[in-house]
């Protein structure tokens, strides 16, 4: 389980980007707490955010209501276990994936891949996210191609991002109905795992990978 003193420091953290117009906050916020998803990003670093509103994102972010509500969760699960708390834990993973344009991508992620848009950020935008249950993916627009020419024909099978689901047959079929152009249909693999493969618009790789049923 995450650090409370971890989680406070990130709450402050959002507190001072808040209070520094930190722009890509504003998006943050606009996403996690319901009472600011209809204002712009001006009138969000405008509001007066307090380190109890910091709090409360920090805590939807994790899946929790609410700041008491993570905190109790987190002591109720240390008291049951024996983890040590003194070693750093790692929250979740984000890949960032390079793309030539965010409203194509983020539009084949939701058309194709089932995601929806948490945020996009930039004025058109250069940045931003999807997000499919617990699975988060960042897209950057970069200037140039993501790939060049012979780097597919030299590295064939060189993944972006591998996403674990728990039922990789009923995704397999979902994504075949959606017509998602697929690198590599459903298998089952020599360690035991059944994985497919689909490729982005900017020949991204994302594998799809869960236990064998």
Known sequence: MPNIEN??????????????????????????????????????????????DAQELVARKHGFADWP????????????????????FVLSAEPQLFVSDINVSCQFYVRKLGFEVA???????????????GARLNLRKVGAPVFDTGFRAREVD???????????????????????????????????ARTCIVQDPDGNLIAFSGEAT
């Open 7 to 52: 989680l406070r420091k990130q709450a402050k953290s959002y507190l001072r980007w808040h209070r520094e117009r930190y722009y890509p906050v504003a998006a943050q916020i606009r996403w996690i707490l319901p009472r600011y998803r209809d204002q712009s990003d001006r009138e969000i670093l405008d509001a007066d955010f307090k380190l109890s």
């Open 119 to 133: 945020f996009q950020y930039g004025e058109p935008p250069f940045y931003a996210q999807v997000f499919r249950d």
């Open 69 to 88: 509500a993570l905190i109790k969760g987190i002591e109720t699960v240390t008291k049951s276990t024996a983890s040590d708390n003194r070693r750093p």
């Open 158 to 192: 060189a993944l972006s991002a591998t996403l674990t689901i728990d039922d990789p047959k009923q995704l397999f079929l979902e994504y075949q109905a959606a017509g998602a152009p697929f690198h590599q249909p459903l298998r089952a693999e020599p360690w035991g």
